[in-house]
């Protein structure tokens, strides 16, 4: 019923910058939260950043002060720059959205962070 459309992976160099964006579609309710997700291989999807509706943020220990999540509520919008770039950033990154009918899933975008 609701449908996640991310943009903006691709490949940047160690220390670079990158920005994502995810708009979500399809919804006549209110999105409780959006965040970032990430898998790398071999490895399980884990939360980069979370905002809910009121602003409030949730970051991993290791993206804290590199990574910026912000929210367009009335977009139903979610972004995340991504600054300091690391190769250990490397993986998919996906968008999710927590509604009153549950959650769900964008397609993933792949961010490749290497010289």
């Known amino acids: 019923q609701v449908q996640l459309v991310e943009s903006g992976g691709g490949l940047v160099q160690p220390g670079g910058s990158l920005g994502l964006s995810c708009a979500a579609s399809?919804?006549?309710?209110?999105?409780?939260?959006m965040g970032w997700y990430r898998q790398a291989p071999g490895k399980q999807r884990e939360l980069v950043a979370a905002i809910r509706s009121g602003g409030r943020t949730n970051y991993a220990d290791s993206v804290k002060g590199r990574f910026t999540i912000s929210r367009d509520n009335a977009k139903n919008t979610v972004y995340l720059q991504m600054n300091s770039l690391k190769p250990e950033d490397t993986a998919d990154y996906y968008c999710?959205?927590?509604?009153?009918?549950?959650?769900?899933w964008g397609q993933g975008t792949q961010v490749t962070v290497s010289s």
């Open positions: 999710n959205a927590q509604t009153p009918k549950g959650d769900y």
């Open positions: 399809g919804s006549r309710f209110s999105i409780y939260a």
